[in-house]
């Protein structure tokens, strides 16, 4: 406990699913939560279980695919929340599923653009910041779908993850000089609508998890947000470029 007191962290797509269980975590700990996403709802009721935690939360409205919106992103967060001390960079989508032969030439691009534009932007200005202001922690989620396994008809997104599992190294290496880690986590199946084939209700999805995967089950939020977080921590202090696979052993 308190292991982020007074700290500032930003979440990307912090208004549900493992962004908010990421949110909530860092909130238990003491953090000022800022999370971000387009839609502002989910945003203020994010805000609204950090402070029923007693913990100080903010919103900021940003579409990760613009370039204003990301670094006014990071420039509220500075200016309105007492800096920037770890950055998880969460915000993506799992559109244009279907095979390569089949996908939509605007999904394909809308996939790469929220989540390989998206994280390089938001880890862009996040770099700026923490290299001239004492450093700081980056957690990119990527996925094990595209850099850890190769699963049929997710090959945008599947591309998209791998793309930024190699920007998570190549950010590691460019910026640990400067005090900033950055490190990423990569979630198999998590109890999120995210993982549901078209059309499976939750028990649907069990059954299939119980025979496709080595631990028989979906993996929870608050399993990556516990990950994410000795990631941000000084207790993983002698991690630069580190990609955690958390997939109930389906990669290996
Ligand atoms: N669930 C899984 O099984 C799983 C497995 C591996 C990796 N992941 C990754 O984990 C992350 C979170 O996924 P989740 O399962 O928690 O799903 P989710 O609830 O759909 O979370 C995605 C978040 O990203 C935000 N987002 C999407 N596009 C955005 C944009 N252009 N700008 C700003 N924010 C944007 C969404 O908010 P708005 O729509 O309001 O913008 C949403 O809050 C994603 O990167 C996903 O790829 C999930």
């Given at each position: 406990m308190g292991r982020f007191t007074d700290k500032t962290v930003l979440v990307t797509g912090?208004?549900?699913g493992i962004g908010r269980a990421t949110a909530l975590a860092f909130a238990d700990e003491g953090a000022i939560v800022v999370v971000a996403g387009r839609t502002e709802e989910k945003l203020a009721e994010t805000v609204r279980l950090i402070e029923e935690k007693g913990a100080k939360g903010g919103a900021v409205r940003a579409d990760l695919t613009r370039s204003d919106d990301v670094a006014q992103l990071i420039r509220t967060t500075v200016s309105s929340y007492g800096g920037l001390h770890v950055a998880v960079n969460n915000g993506g989508i799992l559109a244009a599923a279907g095979p390569i032969s089949m996908i939509d030439e605007e999904q394909f691009a809308s996939v790469l653009t929220t989540n390989i534009t998206g994280t390089w932007l938001a880890m862009k200005h996040e770099i700026a910041y923490m290299s001239e202001n004492g450093g700081g922690t980056i957690v990119n989620v990527s996925s094990s779908v595209g850099p850890h396994v190769t699963v049929p008809y997710l090959g945008a997104y599947g591309a998209s993850k791998a793309a930024i599992s190699s920007l998570t190294r190549t950010a590691a290496l460019e910026a640990i000089g400067a005090g900033v880690r950055v490190n990423a986590v990569s979630p198999g199946p998590?109890?999120?609508?995210?993982?549901?084939?078209?059309?499976?209700t939750e028990e649907g999805r069990a059954d299939r998890l119980r025979e496709a995967l080595p631990i028989g089950r979906v993996g929870t939020v608050a399993e990556v947000a516990n990950a994410v977080l000795w990631l941000a921590?000084?207790?993983?202090?002698?991690?630069?470029g580190v990609d955690i696979v958390l997939d109930g052993g389906g990669h290996v």
């Open positions: 912090g208004g549900s998590i109890d999120t609508p995210m993982s549901l084939l078209p059309g499976e921590s000084p207790e993983s202090s002698y991690a630069v």
